[in-house]
């Protein structure tokens, strides 16, 4: 029987399992979690615009980073109070943290 690819972008599968086994450490540590989300304060969304002009102003300049990148999609989340919107920005948090990932791991190794 032929199963149908899961992951279809290079080095998602691998970020996927580490993140399993990651949350497998934490149920077993902590058991499962429930807690407020905490975002959408009025201030939030001054500190998501802060971030995001940031983002831009250094890619604009020729000197953006991953940094720049999550800081400004955490940002972002951290703004939004309506749980769809904030699934939605986490899941874009998660693609970023791959994507760095990624670039870490298609370095040449360090000696």
Excluded: N
């Excluded at 890619?59 to 109070?81: D, I, K, N």
Aim: hydrophobic share 35%; net charge negative.
């Amino acid at each position: 029987m032929s199963y149908p690819t899961l992951f279809t972008t290079p080095g998602v599968r691998a970020f996927a399992e580490e993140i399993d086994a990651e949350r497998q450490r934490q149920l077993a540590k902590f058991g499962d979690q429930h807690h407020p989300d905490g975002t959408g304060y009025p201030s939030s969304d001054t500190e998501a615009d802060l971030q995001r002009h940031r983002c831009q102003a250094a890619f604009r300049e020729g000197r953006g980073t991953w940094e720049h990148v999550l800081t400004e999609e955490v940002a972002e989340a951290l703004a939004e109070s309506d749980p769809d919107k904030l699934r939605a920005e986490l899941i874009q948090v998660a693609a970023v943290c791959a994507a760095w990932i990624a670039d870490i791991d298609s370095r040449p190794a360090s000696a």
